[in-house]
């Protein structure tokens, strides 16, 4: 249920924010994630994970200032949703270590996604005719291949990689996904990218190298 709503209101956040904004406030998972298996689970968060999330969320910081006003009301609204978005991804994630130590990490993917996809079949049941099926065959196809490529893949390696490395550090990692979103938006969705974007995205970039490397040393 945890994905299934990061999953819902991060697509209601991107009908008021561009992409780019949407992947900023959305990667502030990585710090929950943390903090959230500090506090629930004791575990203990190193100096060298600290110092990448000091980096990658400077980073972060302006690429927000950015968007912040070149938008009116909505941002507020899109950043609201986004957020909550966020909270609960980083809820999946913290449960997502211990289920997956405890059942596997392809079973414990299956079981989530069988779970997100029914909760959405059924949302969109309850509140839409049948008739609102009744759409272009291209969308169909397009849907297919994010729901391969864009979801299930992603969901299975993620899920590997927490069985391997913990859901904090595979979160942290994960922040290097701001940086590719907003390139892909201003190639494919023309969305602007400006001296401050690059400058934030490098920020990243170097809290998720300390971070893998981090992560390396452990598993050596």
Not at 101 to 106: A, C, M, Y
Request: proline content about 2%.
């Amino acid at each position: 249920m945890g994905y299934y709503l990061s999953s819902y209101l991060d697509f209601l956040g991107l009908q008021y924010i561009s992409a780019g904004l949407e992947r900023v406030i959305l990667f502030l998972y990585p710090t929950m994630t943390v903090i959230l298996s500090a506090v629930f689970f004791r575990q203990s968060i190193s100096k060298k994970v600290i110092s990448a999330m000091v980096l990658s969320y400077a980073g972060i910081a302006l690429v927000f200032m950015h968007d912040i006003g070149s938008r009116g009301s909505d941002i507020i609204i899109g950043a609201t949703l986004v957020f909550a978005s966020t909270l609960s991804y980083s809820i999946y994630l913290v449960g997502a270590g211990h289920a997956i130590s405890r059942i596997g990490t392809l079973r414990f993917t299956a079981y989530a996604m069988l779970v997100a996809c029914f909760a959405s079949l059924l949302q969109f049941f309850l509140i839409h005719p049948i008739s609102y099926l009744d759409i272009p065959i291209r969308v169909y196809e397009l849907s297919f291949a994010m729901a391969i490529f864009s979801t299930v893949l992603p969901i299975f390696l993620l899920s590997f990689s927490i069985r391997r490395i913990g859901s904090g550090q595979a979160s942290l990692i994960g922040s290097i996904g701001p940086v590719s979103t907003i390139f892909l938006a201003y190639f494919f969705l023309k969305e602007s990218v400006s001296m401050i974007q690059i400058i934030g995205s490098s920020l990243v970039l170097v809290g998720v190298l300390i971070i893998s490397l981090n992560s390396k040393n452990k598993l050596n």
